[in-house]
Nanobody, 124 residues
Framework: DVQLVESWGGSVQAGGSLRLTCTTADRLHDDFCWGWFRQAPGKEREGVASMYSSSRTTYTADSVKGRFTISRDAKTMWYLQMNSLKPEDTASYYC???????????????????WGQGTQVTVS
């Protein structure tokens, strides 16, 4: 199984920035989709960004567009850069990965096979 580990969550004041990292010891293939999700207490899990590995095409949910960016610099590590954070961005953030077509690699896709354990982001 592919194991994913998120890191670099934390607490920040409104307007601040954080960059979350997701790492895996498994070198993922080019036909993988990588995603970032969040879940606040009492709310459903929300996809915020996704990236298709081979093309590096990225997709961002409307709720965070212009503030969050997904990127990677290796086939074993990818990031979620979060700028202009708001209190409503407070949530547990999860990374996910799955072999998937580019057509389905969108923030709304949720049926990933591999998930990290989550990292908390708190904005005050």
């Amino acid at each position: 199984d592919v194991q994913l580990v998120e890191s670099w969550g934390g607490s920040v004041q409104a307007g601040g920035s954080l960059r979350l990292t997701c790492t895996t010891a498994d070198r993922l293939h080019d036909d993988f989709c990588w995603g970032w999700f969040r879940q606040a207490p009492g709310k459903e899990r929300e996809g915020v960004a996704s990236m298709y590995s081979s093309s590096r095409t990225t997709y961002t949910a409307d709720s965070v567009k212009g503030r969050f960016t997904i990127s990677r610099d290796a086939k074993t590590m990818w990031y979620l850069q979060m700028n202009s954070l708001k209190p409503e961005d407070t949530a547990s953030y999860y990374c996910a990965a799955n072999k998937l077509s580019n057509r389905n690699c969108r923030p709304g896709y949720t049926d990933y096979d591999y998930w990290g354990q989550g990292t908390q982001v708190t904005v005050s």
